[in-house]
């Protein structure tokens, strides 16, 4: 089993697609041992997630955010291998090597495994559509089992790479899988705000990110996973929705009136990066 943890803050609705697109597109979804950290900011949010608890697509431990650094440090205690997610993250493409074949992957210098990244994923931000050096400028290696074009598996240093672009960044909460341990070990001390906090601590190139031996990270040849970033739940705000915005409250509203987001009304033809904002569709349950 790997588990899986998500925080989640008055997104019930893009939280189920999230959901959704893991038991469609992960063949192995069965292997998931997931764990929703919820906090809603009002009843109508809080609706929402006790909806989206009653018709989850998978089987899910939930709990209501009291204390987010511990109870997520409590999730990395107890966990070998460990998924972080955000509730905005797709698993937008077909996945089919087995959880425990991909936990093989990480080996003695592997750090990470990323179903975000891939050699497709070389746009840094969507908004500008500035790039970064591709995998082939600065070297990889295969990897794995199946080296064909579609299913095959690429191994790079991500220590060569600069802290804050994608092939370099050492603790994303888009689909990469830790061992446990290897993130506790660099938090535990600290007392964490959310997400976005954590991964500032662990890319901070002259503390933890020096710190960490690992020196290669693993990917498929192509990424599957994105996020889809219409809105912003977090405090502060970062740049969100610039060109489909979507509010929260909008999103919830639908939700609470048996409207899904729908998985296939997505466009995934040329995903090139690991963030962008994507048009949302509905349809009715």
């Not at 906090?39 to 987010?68: H, M």
């Not at 205690?77 to 996945?95: A, G, K, V």
Request: proline share 4%.
């Amino acid at each position: 089993m790997l588990k899986v943890f998500i925080p989640s803050k008055n997104r019930a609705a893009q939280l189920h697609l999230l959901l959704e697109s893991l038991k469609v597109n992960l063949l192995d979804s069965v292997s998931l041992d997931i764990y929703v950290l919820y906090k809603s900011t009002s009843l109508e949010y809080e609706c929402g997630y006790q909806k989206l608890i009653r018709d989850s697509p998978l089987s899910v431990a939930w709990a209501r955010e009291e204390n987010f650094s511990d109870q997520f440090k409590d999730q990395l205690r107890t966990s070998e291998h460990i998924c972080l997610f955000t509730d905005d993250c797709i698993f937008y493409r077909p996945y089919e090597t087995s959880i425990q074949q991909t936990l093989n992957f990480i080996e003695d210098d592997v750090w990470c495994f990323s179903w975000r990244l891939g050699f497709n994923t070389t746009q840094q931000f969507y908004v500008t559509k500035s790039q970064q050096p591709s995998l082939d400028d600065l070297g990889y290696s295969y990897f794995g089992l199946d080296y064909s074009k579609d299913n095959g598996f690429i191994k790079w240093n991500w220590k060569i790479r600069n802290a804050y672009e994608n092939y370099g960044y050492s603790c994303s909460w888009d689909g990469h899988i830790y061992r446990g341990h290897d993130l506790w070990n660099f938090c535990k001390d600290h007392s964490l705000v959310n997400p976005r906090h954590f991964e500032s601590i662990m890319a901070e190139p002259t503390a933890f990110r020096q710190q960490i031996t690992r020196k290669m990270m693993v990917a498929s040849q192509k990424s599957h996973v994105i996020v889809n970033t219409v809105n912003c739940c977090q405090d502060p705000p970062i740049g969100a929705g610039l060109f489909f915005p979507t509010s929260l409250e909008e999103m919830n509203n639908r939700y609470l009136s048996d409207y899904v987001i729908d998985l296939n009304n997505f466009d995934f033809s040329d995903v090139i990066g690991c963030h962008d904002e994507l048009p949302v569709k509905w349809r009715k349950v």
